[in-house]
């Protein structure tokens, strides 16, 4: 399977990204493809600008460490992940996720279960600026149950409590 | 063995990284946070409460309760929010 995987922190073009990873194949029939934004608003207040902290060498591991489990779960034919790092502004992309199969259930699946990974695991850390002064983004209860829903752990519940 | 911290543990503490030398008797890594955060004020607010911090070891996420071992690297931070 071909698997792409990179941390940068220029801009990327996802229209750009699905054509490398599908272009002048004929054995694909599904393209699934997110792209996650910097929004320009934070808790009711315009956002100046969002700083992704990263730690490199491990980020890469763990984001390839969840692609092999998703090309173990489903037939897939390709996988794009790119996650950019250093400070964005509003509009700007963060994430960009392509899952290419033949069929589109295994497609959505795998980018939604790299979504909710990426989300929970991968080294990333936000902080925002606004008006208010920078703080740093908390992880939300929602995104731990998003990402358990792939695989139940009693232990990953837990410490998220 | 290299220590390294980030996002609002690394701003607490107010260093990235740091090189120590593990004191007898610390096996795991709530034993090194225990032991960290009686280092200093600053330490002491970075890991006010640990249950919430979350380690790596040489790079792979790890449970509190896990054995230091061999490590070369242990990180410290807080919950992520990449994606």
Redesign the interface.
């Known amino acids: 399977m071909a698997a792409t995987i990179r941390l940068q922190q220029e801009r990327f073009d996802g229209a750009l990204e699905v054509a490398r990873l599908a272009g002048g194949r004929n054995d694909i029939g599904a393209i699934v493809t997110f792209t996650g934004l910097c929004r320009g608003e934070e808790a009711g207040l315009p956002l100046v600008a969002m700083t992704l902290e990263h730690y490199p060498g491990m980020a890469e591991a763990e984001i390839a460490r969840h692609v092999e489990a998703a090309e173990k779960r489903w037939p897939l034919l390709g996988v794009t992940v790119i996650h950019r790092f250093g400070r964005l502004t509003p509009g700007e992309e963060i994430v960009l996720v392509i899952a290419v199969a033949r069929h589109r259930q295994d497609a959505f699946a795998a980018a939604e279960f790299l979504m909710d990974y990426l989300k929970t695991r991968a080294p990333f850390w936000k902080r925002v600026e606004t008006a208010a002064g920078t703080s740093w983004v908390e992880a939300k209860h929602a995104d731990n149950i998003s990402a358990d829903r792939w695989a139940p752990s009693p232990s990953r519940q837990a410490a998220a409590q | 063995m290299k220590l390294?911290y980030?996002?609002?543990v690394r701003e607490r503490i107010g260093k990235p990284e740091e090189e120590i030398e593990l004191p007898a008797g610390i096996t795991t890594i709530a034993d090194l946070m225990h032991w960290l955060s009686q280092r200093g004020e600053e330490y002491a607010h970075a890991f006010e409460n640990p249950k919430i911090i979350r380690a790596?070891l040489d790079?792979?996420?790890v449970?509190a309760e896990t054995a230091i071992g061999g490590a070369r690297e242990i990180?410290f931070?807080?919950?992520?929010?990449?994606?």
């Open positions: 390294r980030f996002a609002w790596a790079r792979m996420h449970k990180a931070f807080p919950p992520m929010t990449g994606g």
